[in-house]
């Protein structure tokens, strides 16, 4: 099994930034991808990013250019660095962690980009 908590979530002015936090626990070993999701109202939940245990990342053409995807092996800890927020931001961003015969959820964090 693999908890994740997510942090960093808030109200934040269009243009603004915000950092997300995933931190990991439990059978972490088998895990061998992280994602950063994220679901607005009304809608599917999406794709952000993703950053496999050999450092590649890759990130949805929506967020390119504006968010970033790090992490801190010391802390078990995945980061999304979020810059020029815009308002279609607006969503409860999840972090997913995938290994080989499962994947785990943290709760999700809410993120609303208003002014």
């Known amino acids: 099994q693999v908890q994740l908590v997510e942090s960093g979530g808030g109200l934040v002015q269009p243009g603004g930034s915000l950092r997300l936090s995933c931190a990991a626990s439990?059978?972490?070993?088998?895990?061998?991808?992280m994602g950063w999701y994220r679901q607005a109202p009304g809608k599917q939940r999406e794709l952000v990013g993703a950053?496999?245990?050999?450092?590649?990342?890759d990130y949805a053409d929506s967020v390119k250019g504006r968010f970033t995807i790090s992490r801190d092996k010391a802390k078990n800890t995945v980061y999304l660095q979020m810059n020029s927020l815009k308002p279609e931001d607006t969503a409860v961003y999840y972090c997913?962690?995938?290994?080989?015969?499962?994947?785990?959820w943290g709760q999700g964090t809410q993120v609303t980009v208003s002014s």
């Open positions: 997913r962690a995938q290994g080989p015969t499962a994947s785990y």
């Open positions: 950053i496999t245990s050999g450092g590649s990342i």
């Open positions: 439990g059978s972490i070993f088998s895990i061998y991808a």
